[in-house]
């Protein structure tokens, strides 16, 4: 199965971007969720959704910011990203993960897109 993340770009802090991260298939049973990599830095929780979307969760440095969605219908992930910061910088992934319900484990996800990197001038 094919995740398909985009939406990635050069913004400036304080700017907004919205990451989409299109499915193969259905995968509206599945839970969702959104990684990132900096350079030098392992991959880290960023933001899961459960398989209807009626449960999110966040990693501390982005809640309040950024906001996690999903179009089951369309097979569709987002991740909306507002006050960017530089330390948001990153490879952004997103992963399907092998439960209904949301996670912070990388481990919990099975399947994973091939990232859409997000840059942040300061």
């Known amino acids: 199965v094919q995740l398909q993340a985009s939406g990635g770009g050069l913004v400036q802090a304080g700017e907004s971007l919205r990451l989409s991260c299109a499915a193969g298939r259905t995968s509206s049973n599945n839970a969702m969720g959104w990684f990132r990599q900096a350079p030098g830095k392992e991959r880290e929780f960023v933001a899961t959704i459960s398989w209807r979307g009626c449960s999110t969760y966040y990693s501390d440095s982005v809640k309040g910011r950024f906001t996690i969605s999903r179009d089951n219908a369309k097979n569709i992930l987002y991740l909306q990203m507002n006050s960017l910061k530089p330390e948001d910088a990153a490879v952004y992934y997103c992963?399907?993960?092998?439960?209904?319900?949301?996670?912070?484990?990388?481990?919990?996800?099975?399947?994973w897109g091939q990232g859409t990197q997000v840059t942040v001038s300061s």
């Open positions: 992963a399907r993960s092998r439960f209904s319900y949301g996670s912070a484990r990388q481990a919990d996800f099975g399947s």
